[in-house]
């Protein structure tokens, strides 16, 4: 509109008419606007469906420490436990069989996602499937937990280090416990964090683990990094400038062994 019709136009100063009467006078939205798909003033929508994994591996995956994981799992379970029997919880600090029973847990929780046909053979008391990448470590099911089976039963060793308990290959928790230990063996080479890792788990794929968490820890990075060259710096002019004669510039280091010196200077 031109300004001079703009000023005259009643719908600009007043707004329509139907507004001034009753609503249920107004006009009606049309059941169908009428709009065909090969309109070009209509927008294509895209719908885009977010699964979000379950609490459980959203807690495993927050965390960075692996006793940071034990400790925060160990204090849901004993929520867990106080609300069943109605309050009467124990209370105090987490004991070490409190430790290790949330540390059991969380390894059930993550066998379970990666071997769950293995685990429920060996349930059944049947043999793990031969196309199974496992097969190979003879597995026993000891109060849940898969381990390795081995020709150390009769030895007098540890539990733990007789029949380590299997880890998936690639999963963050098998990352956080070798990182743990490559912590706790101050940053050593991959052979002996494997060493220790040994006394208690078997992580499927663990040298390869083991290499990378050395290759990005930031200590090791430092500790192994290549040293430093200097760069000279260009010569004075004095140097390299052939026309001035000898014994024009001449330096005297006139701090020497004074003391050794007899006679005047």
Request: some cysteine; aromatic content about 8%; glycine content about 8%.
């Amino acid at each position: 509109m031109r300004a001079m019709e703009l000023i005259k136009s009643d719908l600009w100063l007043s707004g329509p008419e139907f507004l001034k009467q009753d609503e249920s006078e107004w006009p009606q939205y049309p059941a169908a606007l009428g709009i065909s798909e090969g309109d070009p003033e209509l927008k294509a929508v895209s719908t885009v469906s977010i699964k979000r994994d379950c609490s459980v591996s959203y807690l495993i995956n927050h965390f960075s420490s692996w006793p940071k994981l034990i400790k925060v799992v160990a204090w849901i379970l004993r929520w867990k436990r106080i609300v069943k029997s109605k309050g009467k919880g124990v209370a105090g600090p987490i004991s070490v069989e409190k430790w290790k029973g949330a540390e059991i847990s969380i390894v059930k929780y993550i066998q379970q996602q990666s071997y769950a046909a293995e685990v429920q053979s060996l349930r059944n008391g049947q043999q793990v499937n031969l196309n199974s990448p496992l097969v190979k470590f003879d597995q026993i099911l000891v109060e849940g937990v898969m381990r390795v089976g081995s020709r150390l039963r009769n030895s007098q060793i540890n539990e733990d280090a007789k029949h380590q308990i299997i880890l998936p290959k690639g999963h963050h928790v098998t990352t956080l416990i070798v990182r743990h230990y490559h912590i706790c063996t101050g940053h050593c080479g991959t052979n002996y964090t494997l060493s220790e890792i040994r006394q208690g788990f078997w992580p499927i794929g663990g040298r390869a683990t083991a290499k990378a968490t050395s290759r990005n820890s930031v200590d090791c990075r430092e500790r192994h990094a290549r040293p430093p060259n200097q760069k000279m710096a260009d010569l004075p002019i004095d140097r390299v400038t052939p026309a001035l004669p000898p014994f024009t510039c001449v330096g005297v280091d006139c701090f020497g062994s004074l003391s050794k010196m007899e006679g005047p200077c």
